[in-house]
């Protein structure tokens, strides 16, 4: 085969996959929708024929299908969405492209446009069932951070993802899960966890959302409600499950510890007794850390040697309801609210000092977010963060509020997703090639 004539950069290539699902006819106030396709997509390029290798888009003949996977919502958002202009694809780079270049093309594609590309051909539509494309996947770098939100309409459960790279919202749906009494406990290396009850035994779902592979966890040597954290290996492709009881005392219940690797719950050692801050819980470093009363300060416990540790870090004075989160780097922030009458109070965030074992204030928030997150003195929110990116939430908001720890900037993310006190927020990062075995 003699040299192809035109030289493609690896960017320029990956422009033009992106474009690939991207019509001349979006418009930001038209709701838009993806495929997940069906195995039997008919191949339309002019290249599929007996004998040729297909892997190019057709520039002469475009099939409109009805979708029936990933949707685009629209959104008013304040932040600014870049266009790109149409770009012809060449029939013949595409023909003659290796297919290690070709996967390592398409796992550069942000995830939710991959199910746009499925519908090209029959080749890009099994390409999240080909081990080759998964381990280039596996190799790059993030998507970037995604907002996922749960809720309820009537029985069926609802899923919407909000990508803050994409600055889009996007439908998953969700109806592979049993019908159970659960909720959403969190997220992380591309794998979402469920908790509740499947009538009186107390289960864990864990799933990837994208690929819609799901499993329930063993049940837990004690039944009981739990706090959770999911810890994800992405290098080792397995997962870890901390279960935390909120009781304390006589009662405690120990710390288990689900390993994927041998696929059951470990009993460790048993919480010292003292007055623990319900959920207010996050996971650092190999490290998780609870807010005590009694004493106070945090407690830590040390996954790799199963101790706990007091860590005598004081809460600032007046703080109504603080928020432990993990951020990168190992650093551990509080979020909470300090002051007594409604128009005196405020938003703040501390960094704990591992050395001199003290919070240390790095951020307030202007009163202008904090009265339109917070229009009541005794209004409830939440408050969940990833990646050194804290987001707020409140009941009876439409929309949320990001800090961005590094760059010091707020936003604002609006969306129906955000719209109820049933909704359940939180960050997630998807991947197709998150594991749940």
């Known amino acids: 085969m003699g040299e192809a004539s035109v030289s493609v950069s690896a960017s320029e290539l990956i422009s033009q996959l992106v474009q690939i699902g991207t019509s001349s006819e979006d418009d930001s106030n038209q709701r838009q929708v993806t495929h997940f396709a069906a195995s039997g997509s008919r191949n339309t390029s002019p290249l599929g024929r007996s004998g040729s290798r297909n892997t190019s888009p057709s520039r002469q003949k475009v099939v409109k299908t009805k979708p029936r996977g990933l949707e685009e919502e629209t959104v008013v958002t304040t932040f600014s969405k870049t266009t790109h202009p149409d770009i012809q694809m060449e029939d013949n780079i595409w023909a003659m492209l290796p297919e290690d270049l070709l996967n390592e093309i398409l796992a550069r594609v942000p995830p939710f446009m991959i199910f746009r590309l499925r519908s090209v051909c029959k080749r890009w539509n099994s390409i999240l069932q080909d081990m080759s494309f998964l381990k280039f996947h596996s190799q790059v770098p993030s998507h970037g951070p995604c907002l996922v939100t749960f809720w309820k309409n009537g029985q069926t459960l609802q899923c919407s993802v909000f990508s803050l790279p994409l600055k ?41 959302p994208l690929t819609q592979a799901w499993r329930i966890l063993p049940s837990m040597h004690f039944n009981q409600q739990r706090q959770l954290i999911l810890v994800v ?20 219940l120990p710390i288990e510890v689900y390993d994927s690797k041998i696929d059951r ?3 460790h050692q048993i919480m010292p007794a003292m007055n623990l801050c319900s959920s207010k819980m996050a996971f650092c470093d190999s490290r998780l850390y609870l807010e005590t009363l009694s004493p106070l300060g945090l407690m830590m416990y040390r996954l790799d040697s199963g101790y706990w540790e007091h860590i005598p870090a004081k809460f ?10 993990a951020g990168k780097k190992k650093r551990l922030f509080l979020v909470g609210r300090i002051g007594i009458y409604s128009t005196l109070q405020s938003m703040r965030i501390w960094e704990l000092d591992h050395t001199k074992v003290v919070w240390v204030e790095i951020c307030r928030m202007p009163p202008r977010y904090f009265r339109d997150l917070l229009r009541l003195s005794a209004e409830r ?9 804290i987001c707020f939430t409140s009941w009876n908001q439409a929309k949320g509020l990001l800090y961005d720890v590094e760059r010091k900037v707020w936003s604002w993310i609006v ?16 991947r197709f090639d998150a594991s749940i075995y």
């Open 265 to 267: 719950w470990t009993v």
């Open 168 to 208: 889009q919202w996007y439908r998953i749906p969700f109806t592979f899960l049993p019908q159970w009494a659960f909720c959403l406990v969190g997220s992380s290396g591309g794998l979402v966890y469920f908790s509740g009850f499947d009538g009186l035994t107390f289960r864990t779902i864990v799933c990837n």
């Open 381 to 389: 929110f939440e408050c969940f963060g990833q990646d050194n990116l």
């Open 316 to 325: 600032p004075r007046s703080l109504l309801d603080g928020y432990l989160v």
């Open 415 to 430: 969306g129906c997703a955000i719209q109820t006190f049933a909704t359940q927020v939180c960050f997630y990062e998807p």
């Open 233 to 252: 290996d992405r290098m080792d492709r397995s997962f870890k499950v901390i279960a935390n009881s909120d009781i304390y005392g006589d009662n405690s």
